[in-house]
């Protein structure tokens, strides 16, 4: 059987389960770097990911709307994205892979 390459990598080329850097600076609290790098990494290719993260980075700072605008534009190009759809529900909660996003999920 042959692996299923498409399903190892985004529509950017970006391996799953890599880490990007702006996502790694918001993970550290560094939160006006991080939306420096984001707006880096989607000018290479828009990843629903990468603006599900930039989202959650503009919420913590305070820029709820503008965090709702990145969650409503992953969601239209992917609707799928379950992250885009929590991030998008649960403002200022929902930090992808942390104990307060599975706290979230359970809650639901």
């Known amino acids: 059987m042959e692996p299923d390459t498409e399903s190892s990598t985004t529509r950017i080329g970006r391996?799953?389960?890599?880490?990007?850097?702006?996502?790694?600076?918001?993970?550290?609290?560094?939160?006006?770097?991080?939306?420096?790098?984001?707006?880096?990494?989607?000018?290479?290719?828009?990843?629903?990911?990468?603006?599900?993260?930039?989202?959650?980075?503009?919420?913590?700072?305070?820029?709820?709307?503008?965090?709702?605008?990145?969650?409503?534009?992953?969601?239209?190009?992917?609707p799928a994205n379950s992250n885009a759809w929590l991030s998008a529900a649960s403002p200022s909660r929902t930090w992808p892979g942390t104990p307060m996003h599975s706290h979230a999920l359970t809650m639901q």
Do not use: N
């Not at 702006?22 to 770097?33: D, M, N, S, V």
């Not at 420096?36 to 959650?56: C, N, Q, R, T, Y």
């Open 15 to 78: 391996p799953q389960g890599e880490i990007s850097r702006g996502t790694g600076l918001a993970c550290i609290g560094r939160f006006h770097e991080a939306l420096v790098a984001f707006d880096d990494e989607l000018k290479s290719g828009i990843h629903p990911d990468l603006l599900v993260w930039k989202a959650l980075t503009l919420d913590r700072i305070g820029f709820f709307g503008t965090a709702l605008e990145c969650c409503e534009r992953a969601i239209s190009l992917e």
